[in-house]
């Protein structure tokens, strides 16, 4: 009866708008008209109101906050439950509710949208420090990703977005064996690779090189030579590149901001913990300054494994594509 009731007055309402020849009825009309679906549960029934796309209950100001979220889901539309179920993007499946914190994490690694990785990656970009200098070399990546991995040692990576970020791009990929090896230390071979691709470098197959431990079909030569080519290596006196040997933190520092481009000629060392006079302090200071190496990890003398080398290198990227 109560609806009755109300559309007759929506149709007389709607009558008298059609026919007034002044503007302030035609305006008081529709407030009315407004004012009546607003006040009534007729809003609610056609999914306009606040309380969604179903009718609110005889007593609902009374409910508790518990037993309307109760009455929504015993009530709610044929066909609601995959919209009110998203999560960032997708859908849960069936036995969302009953899955494990572990269970829903994979659930949505292993089902996010095309592209949804690249934006998340990218949400703390600018937070890299406010004296971020531009790198000539660095190109913005244009190619197309990667399909994303699964590594069986991923709980032992520190960062799974950025390595998962570098190995959809090309950057930095795992081992025959399905495993990432993020605790293995990373040579001269393998970070040459690394930088070569970040940088979107076109690496030829053919040519040679002068270095007598770089055989020509080694699968590092091409990047080798590639590096050699365009200044980034010397190698050592003895004619020899050393492609195995281990490259500490601050020489890996030094290589990445180099072959990206960046320079820090007139870069002031000012932490009282650098020694302003060592060859490598103006890189220590660049990676701490913009926080691409976090202070608790540095560790001058030791090697850098492939997990700390994948996070310094995604900082960077980050960096440099935020500028």
Same mark, same amino acid.
């Given at each position: 009866?109560?609806?009755? *009731?109300?559309?007759v007055?929506?149709?007389?309402?709607?009558?008298?708008?059609?026919?007034?020849?002044?503007?302030f009825?035609?305006?008081?009309?529709?407030?009315?008209?407004?004012?009546v679906?607003?006040?009534?549960?007729?809003?609610?029934?056609?999914?306009?109101?606040?309380?969604?796309?179903f009718?609110?209950?005889?007593g609902?100001?009374?409910m508790?906050?518990?037993?309307?979220?109760?009455?929504?889901?015993?009530n709610?539309?044929?066909?609601m439950?995959g919209?009110?179920?998203r999560?960032?993007n997708?859908?849960?499946?069936?036995?969302?509710?009953?899955?494990?914190?572990?269970?829903?994490k994979?659930?949505?690694?292993?089902n996010?949208?095309?592209?949804?990785e690249?934006?998340q990656?990218?949400?703390?970009a600018?937070?890299?420090?406010?004296k971020s200098?531009?790198?000539?070399?660095?190109?913005?990546?244009?190619?197309?990703l990667?399909?994303?991995?699964?590594?069986?040692?991923?709980?032992k990576?520190?960062?799974q977005?950025?390595?998962?970020? /570098?190995?959809?791009r090309?950057?930095?990929?795992?081992?025959?064996?399905?495993? *990432?090896?993020?605790?293995?230390?990373?040579?001269?071979?393998?970070?040459?690779?690394?930088?070569?691709e970040?940088l979107?470098?076109?690496?030829?197959?053919?040519?040679?090189?002068?270095?007598?431990?770089?055989?020509?079909?080694a699968?590092f030569?091409?990047?080798?030579r590639?590096a050699q080519?365009?200044?980034?290596?010397?190698?050592y006196?003895?004619?020899?590149?050393r492609?195995?040997?281990?490259?500490?933190q601050?020489?890996l520092?030094?290589?990445?901001?180099?072959?990206f481009?960046i320079?820090?000629?007139?870069?002031?060392?000012?932490s009282s913990d650098?020694d302003?006079?060592a060859?490598?302090?103006?890189? /220590?200071?660049?990676?701490?300054d913009?926080?691409?190496?976090d202070?608790?990890?540095?560790?001058?003398?030791n090697?850098?494994?492939?997990d700390?080398?994948?996070e310094?290198?995604?900082?960077l990227?980050?960096?440099?594509?935020?500028?």
């Open positions: 009866m109560e609806t009755k *009731f109300l559309y007055v929506l149709v007389i309402e709607l009558l008298i708008i059609s026919n007034s020849k002044h503007m009825k035609n305006t008081l009309s529709v407030l009315v008209v407004f004012s679906l607003m006040s009534t549960s007729v809003f609610a029934q056609f999914g306009g109101g606040p309380r969604g796309n009718e609110m209950p005889e609902w100001e009374e508790t906050d518990d037993e309307r979220k109760t009455y929504r889901e015993e709610r539309p044929e066909g439950e919209r009110q179920g999560r960032g997708f859908e849960t499946p069936e036995g969302w509710e009953e899955m494990t914190d572990d269970e829903r994979i659930y949505r690694e292993e996010r949208p095309e592209g949804a690249e934006r990656t990218m949400k703390g600018m937070n890299y420090g406010s200098r531009k790198a000539k070399n660095y190109k913005k990546f244009a190619g197309k990667h399909q994303k991995r699964q590594f069986k040692d991923e709980n990576i520190s960062n977005a950025a390595v998962s970020f /570098l190995q959809q090309g950057i930095l990929d795992g081992y025959e064996d399905g495993s *990432f090896g993020p605790e293995n230390p990373i040579n001269r071979a393998e970070s040459l690779k690394v930088l070569l970040a979107g470098e076109d690496i030829e197959a053919n040519g040679t090189t002068n270095f007598s431990d770089v055989p020509q079909g699968w030569a091409k990047y080798v590639r080519n365009i200044g980034i290596v010397k190698g006196e003895d004619g020899s590149f492609p195995a040997q281990t490259v500490n601050v020489e520092l030094k290589l990445a901001f180099e072959s481009g320079d820090l000629s007139t870069y002031e060392v000012t650098i302003s006079g060859w490598y302090a103006v890189y /220590l200071q660049y990676a701490l913009n926080n691409l190496l202070k608790e990890d540095v560790d001058l003398a090697g850098m494994n492939r700390a080398f994948s310094v290198i995604y900082r990227i980050q960096q440099q594509e935020n500028l």
